[in-house]
């Protein structure tokens, strides 16, 4: 008599998207952490080379277009695990990268807003603020977006260690 | 028949206890992982309000104690140097757990983190000496200010990838022991 054993795969959210199409997803939200990387290097450039000195970050700065074409993606990748994340079954995926994306959204407007103010340290505390806000909820979008990889991440081991598809 | 059964019960058993050890040291691991991801955000919220409204004064010296005297008398300064500190310093613990459950690559990675954040911890106070009125080059301050910053990314990097170590260990050891002992048995 063969006899099979199932594992207890109480607390863990595997989904319904497959190992494949998890470990599509998997390789997204890595292509996605070299963009992070991207906009964090292209920001701090403009941060501390232009920003910091006297010089405004003019919007057709070469250093700040590639920030803000990076940034669209970023958002557009994290969106998707998102999207991703809710539709197939994956609610902390879904639910951290909701976070990633809103942060994404305000720092966005703080960027933005950021801008249009003056764009350098000397233009006043509203450009100043909104740059502080940008910087830090980048940050946050960084972590939150971390932590939907590692639960896609965490989902494809827990399939591939009890032999599921 | 009766001993070989009262053998294999007791490895199992000890399968077990082993198991949950390593899996609470994993669990204390990422404790500690969490507090270091929370000083990480608190050393960017206060490095970028440095960066933002920070300007080394005129009358700081352009030596040690000038300099450290100055971290300690700026409040977004000190709380940018302290969590700095403090998210070094969650390594330390993580390093000594690594140990214990013989993961080499989580103790690799974070004594990388460790020693990039000491990169930063000398190209920080060398920001703040390049930007003295006595010595005023700007060009050499940013490009500390530069390093400092870079460096702090390749150390929550480094810190990134060793949990995905952390979490590969926990998978593995829950499921290899989970599927020797589970509850529920098909018969086919």
Known sequence: METKQIPNLEGEELGNLGLEGLRLTLKLCYANFLLYLLLYVTGMYVNIFITSGVNTTSIND?????????????????????????????KKVGKFSLGAVLCLVVSTAGGLLFL?????????????????????LFMLALFLSYYSTLKIMRAIRVIEATNRT | ???????????????????????????????????????YWATIAAGM????????????????????????SVPSLFTHVLFAVLS????????????????????????????????????????????TSAISNSSLANISTFIMASVFLVAVILTFLSRIFIVREDVRLKYSVTQSVAPITLER
């Open chain 2, 88 to 131: 070094t310093s969650m390594s330390i613990p993580v390093i000594i757990l690594a140990r214990r459950v013989g993961l080499k690559k989580v103790i690799l990675l974070h004594a990388g983190a460790m020693t990039s954040r000491t990169i930063g911890f000398i190209f920080g106070p060398l920001f703040v000496y390049y930007a």
């Open chain 2, 49 to 72: 309000l440095v960066n933002y409204y920070y300007v080394v004064p005129s009358n700081v010296q352009s030596n040690f104690s000038g300099i450290l005297l100055q971290i300690f």
């Open chain 1, 116 to 136: 249009t103010t003056g764009g350098s340290r000397q233009s006043g505390a509203i450009t100043l603020a909104a740059g502080w806000i940008m910087s830090l």
């Open chain 2, 1 to 39: 028949m009766h001993w070989q059964s009262t053998k294999s019960n007791h490895n199992e058993s000890v399968g077990i206890s082993e198991s949950e050890r390593l899996t609470k040291t994993l669990h204390r691991i990422f404790l500690f992982l969490y507090l270091q991801f929370a000083f």
């Open chain 1, 62 to 90: 070469p250093a700040n277009i590639i920030h803000m074409v990076v940034s669209v993606l970023n958002f557009a990748f994290t969106f998707i695990v998102m999207v991703v994340g809710f539709v197939y079954g994956m």
